[in-house]
């Protein structure tokens, strides 16, 4: 019984280690499929494979935007934007217009005043500009071109000014043509242009004004007296009016 007993005891120990073994050898196993899922989540190569022979997939681009076409105005784009001037000022002779009449080109163009006042354009022939402002123009421009255009659009713009202007002549620094914007009175012209030369006559200053009929006013002016304010009731700091011409003896 003894020996039956030690028998029976060794075969159980026998069969624990090859149970043991068979744990110790799954325990193995799953380690290593552990380790691998673990490599190919981190993009690491498998233990016995190269990594070359690993193909990536490629990468999943974004499609392309697209871009709305700005190349097309849209249709709602108002015709009759803001004018670029108001409507205070009054066209003159040799004042030189830019008249935009809109989808004609053709149209479209800057052009001087002549000194009888008008101005010439294709289709509608001479136009009275002088004497308008520039909304008077463009109404009168669109009436005359409805016969030829389909509701013409027309902008008139002053791109240069030069019917406000006054002469200087005579003993100054800088005589010549200036603009009424530089200056408003005699004394601001007598400025602009630099002041007096030697031996000018500063008490037979005068100024040259054209009337309407054609015929000239002369208004006297004693520059020496304004200034040390004499007289000042009849030698008056004249204000200037487009066209005249201030004379320094």
């Known amino acids: 019984m003894m020996f039956l007993a030690a028998g029976n005891r060794a075969s159980g120990l026998k069969e624990t280690k090859r149970n043991m073994k068979r744990r110790a050898a799954?325990?193995?196993e799953m380690g290593m499929f552990l380790f691998a899922a673990a490599g190919c989540v981190h993009g690491g190569a498998l233990p016995g494979v190269q990594a070359s022979s690993i193909q990536a997939s490629p990468a999943q681009?974004?499609?392309?935007?697209?871009?709305?076409d700005q190349s097309q105005a849209p249709s709602s784009v108002a015709?009759?934007?803001?004018?670029?001037?108001?409507?205070?000022?009054?066209?003159?002779?040799?004042?030189?217009?830019?008249i935009n009449v809109w989808k004609e080109p053709e149209l479209s163009r800057s052009i001087p005043v002549r000194s009888d006042g008008k101005i010439t354009l294709p289709l509608i022939g001479e136009v009275q500009a002088a004497g308008l402002t520039p909304l008077q123009l463009e109404r009168q421009l669109s009436d005359k071109l409805k016969s030829f255009v389909t509701t013409p659009e027309v902008t008139v713009i002053v791109e240069q000014i030069k019917s406000q202007n006054f002469n200087v002549l005579g003993m100054v620094v800088k005589p010549g043509s200036y603009s009424l914007a530089t200056a408003a009175t005699v004394v601001d012209a007598i400025a602009a242009v630099g002041g007096f030369k030697d031996f000018a006559k500063e008490t037979k200053i005068y100024i040259l004004r054209s009337k309407a009929d054609g015929t000239q006013t002369r208004i006297d002016f004693n520059y020496k007296d304004f200034i040390k304010?004499?007289?000042?009731?009849?030698?008056?700091?004249?204000?200037?009016?487009?066209?005249?011409?201030?004379v320094v003896p």
């Open 229 to 246: 304010g004499k007289n000042l009731d009849k030698n008056k700091n004249v204000k200037l009016e487009p066209h005249d011409t201030i």
């Open 79 to 98: 015709s009759d934007s803001a004018k670029a001037h108001d409507d205070s000022f009054v066209i003159g002779n040799d004042d030189v217009l830019a």
């Open 61 to 68: 681009t974004a499609p392309p935007v697209t871009q709305p």
């Open 26 to 28: 799954r325990w193995a």
